[in-house]
């Protein structure tokens, strides 16, 4: 490939990601932690019981005595089962959610606002959700574009593809480690972008599909991708959940149910679908559907439909890496902090390119490591404070961004060292809040991990602040040693 591509891509690829740094380092950082999104759901409340499975007679129960205490009108209704990724009892409607124990006695209200903020700051960037979308999948298909013109303005590919130089003042290192991590996770980086992009998309996909091969009409497409509510006899009473979940043994012994919805719960039309896992399928799940009665009616057709509508239902597993437990979700995490680390580093070698002009480079730090000290914080705010937690990590957002503007004192080290201590501040007040079930599994699966990254955080910002202590020492020694030779120079000159 000619010279000239290769710096137009060079160029696309620097102006682009210095434009859309914060917005892009925003998204990635959130979508790699919001990669645990069910395990923080479950820390925000580890005192509930857990347990492996459920009968049908206690789903049955739960329901009912949800029902009785919660006469909303609801156009659906919800179970989530043990058998999810979350090893509780849900039950709820679309106003309120609770949690049973494995007698189906009903616990306690279901609270995950932390855990929503998080999930809608990757989303949305915690915008109005309609137009948030399209601008968090306008960044999934930069992060395509970053991809490829870093590839396309790479000069030696092959030949540095294993090269990490070190020493100098780090500037070389730091370059070789954006090359290589954006070199060897790229496929990662492009299921990422490809599936964020699609989320935002899907309408403008379904409106060109529509107008290209359906004459225009939507629902048309729509049925095609998700299959179309049975028609059944009028349906009347209540649905009979029970009989239905009891019924997966014998049709699907081998999938593992995550959640049952009733559809239009009162209505003529109401029926029972619940959605399992299909092993060895990367789409979401299968639909079994059952009457009020619980009378099996069919499946939805959805692991073994079209492969369009295969992939278009393996979309939220691709992006989050829902597909093989833990493993799949540690990798998803690793792979998560090299993108985030082409954010930041990608900015910082601009940076040193510009000799790190103070202002703009203490910003970028604070937006870097204050973003993750506004985050611990505002969990924090969740255990103590009933308001919008949206407002709160964007006011400590704006707060970091003051403060860094008039004290320059604001470094590198000192932010990290910011973003470890409110980590540490979290993990007290939560053991504070929760006591005895800090040492709970939903507890400490989290717990240890922040232990990790406080411990990491401290060390490293002390080795920084220690460098740049002894950088200082040398430049002044250097000064002191060629002082005499300057003022020999002056008195044989004179």
Not at 246 to 261: D, G, R, V
Not at 385 to 403: E, P, R
Not at 408 to 435: E, N, R
Request: aromatic residues 10%; contains cysteine.
């Amino acid at each position: 490939m000619d010279k000239i591509t290769k710096q137009n891509a060079l160029n696309a690829h620097t102006w682009v990601g210095v434009f859309l740094s914060v917005l892009l380092f925003l998204v990635c950082l959130s979508g790699t932690v919001a990669v645990f999104h069910l395990e923080f759901e479950r820390w925000e409340q580890p005192h509930i019981e857990e347990m492996e499975n459920v009968s049908p007679d206690v789903v049955e129960k739960a329901m009912d005595t949800f029902l009785a205490q919660n006469t909303q009108e609801s156009h659906h209704l919800y179970v989530v089962f043990p058998t999810s990724d979350i090893p509780r009892l849900v039950v709820e409607n679309d106003h309120a959610a609770y949690f049973a124990d494995s007698e189906g006695n009903l616990l306690e209200q279901e609270s995950v606002s932390f855990t929503e903020m998080l999930v809608n700051l990757h989303l949305y960037l915690n915008l109005p959700q309609s137009w948030g979308m399209i601008l968090v999948s306008a960044l999934g298909a930069i992060i395509c574009t970053l991809v490829v013109t870093g590839i396309i303005a790479h000069k030696r590919i092959a030949k540095d593809a294993f090269k990490l130089r070190r020493g100098g003042n780090g500037q070389q290192a730091q370059i070789d480690l954006h090359n290589r991590f954006g070199l060897w996770a790229a496929p990662f980086h492009l299921v990422i972008g490809i599936t964020g992009a699609y989320f935002g998309m899907a309408g403008i996909i379904l409106v060109v599909v529509a107008s290209l091969n359906y004459e225009g009409d939507r629902d048309a497409v729509i049925q095609k991708i998700f299959t179309p509510d049975p028609v059944l006899a009028p349906q009347e009473g209540k649905p009979a959940i029970g009989r239905a979940f009891a019924q997966m043994e014998t049709l699907a012994p081998e999938k593992s149910p995550i959640f049952l919805t009733v559809h239009e719960v009162g209505e003529p039309e109401q029926f029972i679908e619940i959605y399992a896992k299909a092993p060895n399928r990367m789409i979401y799940a299968e639909g079994y559907r059952f009457d009020t009665a619980g009378n099996f009616i069919g499946v939805a057709g959805y692991e073994f439909g079209e492969w369009g509508k295969q992939l278009v239902w393996a979309m939220y597993r691709l992006h989050f890496g829902d597909f093989a437990g833990l493993t799949s979700k540690w990798l998803y995490f690793v792979l998560g902090v090299m993108l985030t680390m082409l954010c930041v580093s990608g900015m910082e070698i601009w940076l040193s390119k510009k000799a790190h002009p103070p202002l703009a480079s203490r910003l970028w730090y604070s937006t870097v490591w204050g973003s993750v000290s506004a985050l611990a914080l505002t969990a924090v705010a969740d255990m103590f404070f009933t308001g919008s937690l949206i407002a709160v990590f964007w006011c400590l957002m704006l707060l970091n961004t003051g403060i860094t503007v008039g004290v320059k004192s604001l470094t590198k080290p000192i932010w990290l060292l910011i973003s470890g201590l409110s980590v540490m501040v979290l993990l007290i007040a939560y053991a504070a809040v929760h006591q005895s079930a800090t040492l709970s599994v939903a507890s400490l699966q989290l717990n240890i991990p922040m232990v990790v990254y406080v411990v990491w955080s401290v060390y490293r910002a002390n080795t920084l602040i220690k460098r740049a202590k002894n950088a200082e020492t040398q430049i002044e020694a250097d000064a002191s040693n060629s002082a005499p030779q300057s003022a020999q120079e002056k008195r044989v000159n004179a």
